[in-house]
């Protein structure tokens, strides 16, 4: 029996291999990440025209930071740049963007574009696009450890009251429903620090394509394979 819920209501994207991509073609490691911004647009719409309710992209992780200045500095560039550039469309689209991540590393130029896409796109109904950006799993169940610890030491919540449902509401993604499918590209097996209590039953999905090279027709193939799986979520 194959899986009855075909596609996915939550896909998270680990998007791997610009840089890789980007040298095999003798290019600067920036064009792919240039190109890796093709793929976003067009993952954007394969989702939307297969009806996928939220898709997670993870664009910068907590470690990301200790890359070289100058592609930090590129990237939260490029990151500006295409956040300005594809609101109009993504508003005509009825995509709501939402950020996953850490907030008091950005630069306050960052931190603005970043809120004002929130802010301009809230009204989407479509597709919720979670952007997962200075982000990591540990910071991230950490922060909510503490937060609870808090409320718990302050006598907001009784310590037997503490269940997976609360630790769930506690992190960044309180709002949004567990993944369903989660892809990673470029050939890496791991999951990098990306959703780790959240991708407890995800279905896994890891190709050789780099990223730059992940069109809609990479994303299909993608939905196909998820079609065939069989979800059983530690039953029979
Ligand atoms: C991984 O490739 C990619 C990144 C760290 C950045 C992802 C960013 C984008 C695709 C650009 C735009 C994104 C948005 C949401 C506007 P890598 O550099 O780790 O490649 P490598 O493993 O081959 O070096």
Request: with cysteine; hydrophobic share 40%; aromatic share 10%.
């Amino acid at each position: 029996m194959g899986n009855t819920e075909r596609i996915p209501t939550h896909i998270a994207i680990i998007m791997d291999g610009n840089g890789r991509w980007a040298k095999a073609l003798g290019k600067e490691r920036y064009e792919g990440h240039l190109e890796g911004v093709n793929s976003v647009r067009e993952c954007i719409k394969a989702a939307r025209r297969n009806g996928v309710k939220y898709l997670t992209l993870y664009a910068f992780s907590t470690e990301n930071w200790g890359r070289p200045i100058e592609e930090v500095n590129a990237l939260m560039e490029l990151f500006c740049k295409s956040v300005i550039a594809e609101t109009p469309e993504l508003i005509k689209q009825g995509v709501k963007v939402v950020m996953i991540g850490r907030r008091d590393r950005f630069s306050e130029r960052v931190c603005s574009h970043l809120q004002q896409i929130e802010h301009d796109t809230a009204a989407g109904e479509d597709l919720t696009l979670v952007l997962a950006f200075d982000y990591s799993s540990r910071d991230e169940i950490t922060t909510a450890v503490k937060s609870i610890a808090q409320k718990v030491a302050s006598g907001q919540m009784a310590l037997e009251d503490i269940s997976e449902h609360t630790i769930a509401q506690s992190l960044y993604t309180a709002s949004i429903p567990d993944p369903d499918f989660i892809i990673r590209t470029s050939g890496e097996c791991r999951l990098s620090n990306f959703l780790l209590w959240q991708a407890s039953y995800a279905e896994m999905y890891f190709t050789p394509v780099m990223w730059p090279d992940f069109k809609q027709e990479q994303f299909d193939k993608a939905l196909e394979a998820y079609a065939s799986r069989e979800r059983r979520y530690g039953k029979l």
